[in-house]
C-alpha cells in the first residue's frame, strides 16, 4: 500500500512548471517527434519508454550531441544484457563536457573548496588548456585509446582533469579516494592493469593532515603495468624518485585533441562495493554515460549554464562521475575535499552557501545527522539560492523529508526535495527527481524518462501499491557494456538477469503506487520475511533512528537451521544513552505501532558501532553471513569495509550462540 497519504508535501507552481527543461523537452519533442503534448510528465515517460529509439534519437538532438560518424540506427540489439546503442557513431565524452569553454571561457566551471572554506575557481578556459596539456602528456606517455589510467586521489580539480585528459584520449578511467587502504585499492586496480597511476602525498579530512606516501609506494609496487606515476603535492611534499610532477604535465598551452571512439567504447571502470568478494569491476561507456547523464541532469535534476552543482562526494563513489558530467549541461561543479561534518555538523551547508549552490546532494543520513544535532540551515544561512536539496545513499525518512520541508519553509522558501534511487551499475537514477511533479512525504517523484522502471513478484507480475522486486524491463544506455575480465559474461548476467531472464533485476525492494511515485525498502537480499510478510530494512531504520537516544542500528533476518527466523536489532547509541529495559520497551513499541507487529525484533543488542562499506552503506548481508556461522574471511572483503574491528562484535555473537 502506497505508505503516505495523498496531500503532497510540495507542489511545483506553474511559473516553475512552465520554465522547466523537461517542460521545454516535452513541447519540442511533441513538435518534431511525436512525443505527447498534453498529460504532462506521465505521458512524457510512458512514450520515452514505448517509443526508446525515437526518445533517445530525440535526447541527443535536445542537447545536440555532436556525433564525428552518424549513428545508423539508435538501438541495433535491444535485448538484455547486450544492447547495441547508437551502432556506428563515434563521439567523445570530453570533447562534450568541455564545451562551454567556447562561450563562457572566463566563467568558472569548477569551485573547489577545501576545510578552510575557501572558494578557488577554475575557469572553463583554463580547465580546457590543462585537459588538452595533460592529454597531449599521456599521449606522449604512450597512453592509447582502451588503456587504463588510474586516480589516487581525492575530490580535487586536478582529478577531474586527469578523468577529461583520459576521456579526450580514448582511454578508460577508473579512481580511488585516498582513505582507501593499499589493500581495497589493489583489489580494484589490479584487475584492470592500468598504465599511468595519478596520486596525492596525502589528503586534509576532519582537520589532520593524513600521509598516503607509503601507500602510494606500496601500489606502485603491486601495479607492474604502470609505465608512468604522477605525483599531485597536496600536503606540499616532493615528488618521490621516479615519479612526473603533476605542473609540468598541465604547463603547456594545447589544444585538446579528442579522440573520436565508438559509442560503446569504454569512459570510465566503476566498482562495486565489493563486501563478499572482489569488487565487481563495471564498465560504462563514453557514449550512454554521455547521453543518460544529459537527459538525467539537464531534464531530471533541470540544470544548465546558470546553476552550480554541489554533491558530497568522493572519488571513490559513483556520485563523483555522476557530478563530473555537470560540466556536460554547462553547469559549474562545486567539488568539496574533506570531512562532511567539519569543523561542524552544519559544513556541508555552509559550503553550499559560500558557493551559491542551485542544487545541492548530499545522503540521508546527513540530512538526519543535521535533524539530531538541531542544525537550522534555512534559518542561520542564506541558502536563497538553493532550488533544489537531493539525497541518496539510502533511502530519505519521512522525517528527513518533513525536516527539510519546515527548514527552508520558515525561511519562505519554496524547496524542491529529491530523493533519487539508483546504482554503481548504471552509474544513474532509476527512479527520483522530476522538477513538475509534486512531492510526497517519503517517497521518489517518479520513475526516470527512457527507463521502465517495475515492481515485480517472484512470478515476474507486475505490482502496484505491494512491495516488489525493482525490474527495468528495457534497456538504459549506460547499462554496462561488461565487466572487467569477465570473458564469457558470465559473471555480468548473473549479477542482474538471473532472476528474470532478459530483464534486469537490481536486489532492491520497491513499491509503484497508484499515483505513479516510488517507494525504496533496502535491499531484497536482507529483507527481512517473518510469516510471510516482507518489509525492507529501511522502514526499520526509519522507524528506530527517530528515537532520540540511537545513533545508528542493523536489523538481519537469519534463516535458522531448524527452520526458525532470527531476526535481532543492533544498535548504536547516542553518548550517555542507556539500553535499558525502558528504552528496549520504546524501541519495540514503535515497530509495533508504526510498522508492523510481526517485525518487532527477536533482541535489542547495543553495539560499539553499525559497519560500512567505504561508500557508507551498512552492510547487512556479511553481517548476515557471519550470524549464520560463515567464517569473516568468507562472509566480507575486509579491505571493502570502513572499520573491520566493528565485525569482530558479530563474529563473536555468532561464535557464543552457536
Not at 331 to 360: C, M
Not at 399 to 415: M, P
Request: hydrophobic share 40%; charged share 20%; net charge negative.
Amino acid at each position: 500500500m502506497p505508505t503516505t497519504s495523498p496531500q503532497p508535501l510540495w507542489q511545483p507552481d506553474p511559473q516553475r512548471i512552465a520554465q522547466a527543461r523537461i517542460t521545454r523537452f516535452q513541447s519540442w519533442a511533441a513538435a518534431h517527434h511525436g512525443a505527447p503534448a498534453e498529460g504532462g510528465y506521465a505521458a512524457l515517460h510512458r512514450w520515452s519508454v514505448d517509443e526508446l529509439d525515437t526518445f533517445w534519437k530525440a535526447v541527443t538532438e535536445w542537447f545536440d550531441v555532436r556525433f564525428a560518424t552518424p549513428c545508423t540506427r539508435v538501438l541495433g540489439d535491444r535485448s538484455m544484457p547486450g544492447a547495441q546503442w547508437f551502432p556506428g557513431a563515434t563521439l567523445n565524452y570530453a570533447e562534450h563536457a568541455l564545451r562551454a569553454a567556447a562561450t563562457r571561457a572566463d566563467e568558472p566551471a569548477l569551485l573547489y573548496v577545501d576545510e578552510t572554506h575557501e572558494t578557488t575557481p577554475v575557469t572553463w578556459s583554463e580547465l580546457r588548456r590543462q585537459v588538452g596539456s595533460l592529454a597531449a602528456a599521456l599521449r606522449s606517455l604512450g597512453v592509447r585509446p582502451g588503456d587504463r589510467v588510474s586516480g589516487y586521489l581525492p575530490n580535487i580539480p586536478q582529478a577531474v582533469t586527469a578523468l577529461l585528459a583520459t576521456a579526450a584520449v580514448g582511454a578508460v578511467w577508473t579512481s580511488c579516494a585516498p582513505d582507501f587502504g593499499a589493500r581495497s585499492v589493489l583489489d580494484r586496480f589490479q584487475q584492470v592493469e592500468p598504465v599511468v597511476l595519478f596520486t596525492v602525498d596525502g589528503y586534509r579530512y576532519g582537520g589532520k593532515e593524513h600521509d598516503r606516501r607509503d601507500t602510494v609506494a606500496e601500489l606502485r609496487r603491486d601495479l607492474p603495468t604502470l609505465r608512468a606515476v604522477v605525483h599531485i603535492p597536496l600536503l606540499g611534499t616532493e615528488a618521490p624518485e621516479g615519479a612526473l610532477v603533476w605542473d609540468a604535465l598541465t604547463a603547456a598551452d594545447t589544444d585538446p585533441v579528442f579522440e573520436q571512439v565508438p559509442f560503446d567504447h569504454p569512459l570510465w571502470v566503476l566498482y562495486s562495493s565489493g563486501t563478499t568478494g572482489l569488487p565487481k569491476a563495471i564498465v560504462q561507456s563514453q557514449g550512454g554515460i554521455l547521453v543518460e547523464h544529459l537527459k538525467q541532469l539537464g531534464l531530471h535534476c533541470d540544470l544548465g549554464p546558470e546553476d552550480r552543482f554541489f554533491w558530497y562526494t568522493s572519488t571513490g563513489w559513483m556520485m563523483w562521475n555522476f557530478l563530473v558530467s555537470g560540466l556536460l549541461t554547462g553547469t559549474t561543479i562545486v567539488l568539496y575535499d574533506g570531512s562532511p561534518g567539519f569543523p561542524g555538523t552544519d559544513a556541508q551547508w555552509r559550503i553550499a552557501e559560500r558557493t551559491g549552490a542551485t542544487l545541492f546532494g548530499t545522503s540521508a543520513a546527513y540530512v538526519m545527522a543535521c535533524r539530531k544535532a538541531d542544525v537550522h540551515p534555512g534559518r542561520d544561512l542564506d541558502l536563497s539560492r538553493i532550488q533544489c536539496v537531493a539525497t541518496t545513499g539510502s533511502p530519505l525518512p519521512p522525517d528527513g523529508f518533513r525536516w527539510l520541508h519546515d527548514e527552508f519553509a520558515e525561511s519562505g522558501a519554496d524547496l524542491w526535495i529529491a530523493s533519487v534511487s539508483g546504482g554503481t551499475d548504471v552509474c544513474s537514477c532509476f527512479a527520483g527527481a522530476v522538477p513538475t511533479l509534486p512531492v510526497h512525504i517519503g517517497e521518489l517523484q517518479a520513475p526516470c524518462l527512457g527507463t521502465d522502471l517495475q515492481s515485480w513478484d517472484p512470478n515476474g507480475e507486475p505490482l502496484t501499491d505491494e512491495v516488489g522486486e525493482l525490474v527495468v524491463t528495457n534497456p538504459m544506455p549506460s547499462m554496462p557494456v561488461r565487466f572487467w575480465n569477465d570473458p564469457d559474461g558470465s559473471r555480468y548476467h548473473d549479477s542482474y538477469f538471473a532472476a528474470y531472464p532478459g530483464v534486469w533485476r537490481h536486489g532492491d525492494w520497491i513499491t509503484l503506487t497508484s499515483r505513479g511515485s516510488v517507494v525504496i525498502h533496502g535491499r531484497s537480499d536482507s529483507t527481512l520475511n517473518r510469516q510471510g510478510v516482507r518489509m525492507g530494512s529501511a522502514d526499520i531504520y526509519e522507524a528506530v533512528e527517530r528515537l532520540p537516544e540511537i545513533r545508528e542500528s542493523l536489523v538481519i533476518g537469519v534463516e535458522q537451521p531448524d527452520g526458525g527466523y532470527w531476526m535481532p536489532l543492533f544498535v548504536h547509541l547516542v553518548p550517555g544513552a542507556v539500553l535499558d529495559d525502558t528504552l528496549r520497551t520504546s524501541i519495540k513499541r514503535t515497530i509495533r505501532e508504526q510498522l508492523s507487529p510481526r517485525h518487532v525484533p527477536d533482541e535489542i543488542i547495543e553495539v560499539p558501532g553499525i559497519p560500512h562499506t567505504l561508500t557508507g552503506k551498512r552492510i547487512e548481508v556479511p553481517v548476515k553471513r557471519l550470524l549464520q556461522g560463515t567464517p569473516l574471511e568468507k562472509a566480507v572483503n575486509p579491505g571493502s569495509i570502513d572499520n573491520l574491528d566493528l565485525l569482530h562484535f558479530y563474529e563473536d555473537l555468532a561464535r557464543k550462540r552457536a
